[in-house]
């Protein structure tokens, strides 16, 4: 069941998700972005993952984000680890895509980013609720502020809704992240046919 469960959420959370609708609709508050999610083979890292991949539409060939996303689950969450990848990611731009740009991933050394993990929970069948890790950890150098995360995201089959927000680590302050509401993703392609029982 626990299995069942857990390939049910990579489905969901798994493709290609694009804003631009909603960048179009209001261009000056948000810019047109596309986020790739792409299951790994099992024998990757041997456990559940994605590679992930953030960009902007204008300038598809320098994502702003580019990490490995390990999937577990306990007590009733759907845990998502943030792992950096360090080394010359560049040559694994576009595997989202093309999965033989990932053919050499596993020789990548990986860091996980303390305190960044996201918990989904299912609110309703076939919809899930996530928030960063508890304890305000997830920090992240913006400037000369050193911030601690908030991310809040609703996704299912079809959309993706994300808010993230950094706040100054002594003062609380909110630093960075969107005034004028949530990104509103829509899913433009899945990868389905490499999630099954066997992945």
Known sequence: MRNKSLLEFAKIISGVFSNKKQALDN?????????????????TYKCFAFYTEQRYQHDIWNPYRQSINKLSFEKEFFILSNHEIIGNK??????????????NLSTFKLSKKSGCSMYFKETNS??????????CCCI??????????K??????????????????????????GSESGPFLFKKIDNFDCFIDEHW
């Open 90 to 103: 560049e040559r694994l731009t576009g595997g989202a895509l093309d999965i033989s740009r990932l053919d």
């Open 126 to 135: 076939g919809n899930y609720s996530g928030t960063m890790e508890p304890g």
């Open 27 to 43: 261009p000056k508050n948000f810019a047109h972005i596309q986020i790739h999610v792409r299951p790994l083979f099992l024998k």
């Open 140 to 149: 992240i150098q913006y400037g000369k502020d050193k911030t601690y995360v």
């Open 151 to 176: 991310s809040e995201v609703k996704v299912n089959k079809n959309i993706f809704i994300s808010e993230d927000s950094g706040y100054n680590i002594e003062t609380n302050k909110k630093v960075w």
